[in-house]
C-alpha cells in the first residue's frame, strides 16, 4: 500500500518561504510522477508542480519562478520550495504519485496534506 505523508506547512508572511516535503513508501514504480496539489477553501483543488522520474517538471503558471519541486531517490522524498510566498497561496497542499507505466495515469494516491498559510 502506498503511503505519502508531508510535512512543512506552516504560517508565514508574504514573501517568505517554506519547504514541504513529501515522504513516500511502499511503491515500487519505475516510471512514476509524483506531484503536489493544492485546495483553498471554497475552492477547486489545482495542481502545483509534478516531477517524474526522470526529472521533468511541470508548474501551474500561477507558481512559475517562485516554486521548485525537486526530489531525492535516495530516501523517497519529493520536496516543493515555495519562495516569495503571496496570500493567494493560502491552501491545504497535498502530495500525490501516479504510475506512469499504467495508461491511463492518474494521481490516485493521497497524503492527509499539509496547511500552508500566507498572512
Known amino acids: 500500500h502506498v503511503q505519502l505523508v508531508e510535512s512543512g506547512g506552516g504560517l508565514v508572511q508574504p514573501g517568505g518561504s517554506l519547504r514541504l516535503s513529501c515522504a513516500a513508501s511502499?511503491?515500487?514504480?519505475?516510471?512514476?510522477?509524483m506531484g503536489w496539489f493544492r485546495q483553498a477553501p471554497g475552492k477547486e483543488r489545482e495542481g502545483v508542480a509534478a516531477?517524474?522520474?526522470?526529472?521533468?517538471?511541470t508548474y501551474a503558471d500561477s507558481v512559475k519562478g517562485r516554486f521548485t519541486i525537486s526530489q531525492d531517490n535516495a530516501k523517497n522524498t519529493v520536496y516543493l520550495q515555495m519562495n516569495s510566498l503571496k496570500s493567494e497561496d493560502t491552501a491545504l497542499y497535498y502530495c500525490?504519485?501516479?504510475?506512469?507505466?499504467?495508461?491511463?495515469?492518474?494521481?490516485?494516491?493521497w497524503g492527509q496534506g499539509t496547511q500552508v498559510t500566507v498572512s
Open positions: 500525490t504519485i501516479a504510475n506512469l507505466q499504467r495508461v491511463p495515469s492518474a494521481f490516485e494516491y
Open positions: 511502499g511503491y515500487t514504480y519505475s516510471s512514476y510522477c
Open positions: 516531477i517524474d522520474s526522470d526529472g521533468t517538471t
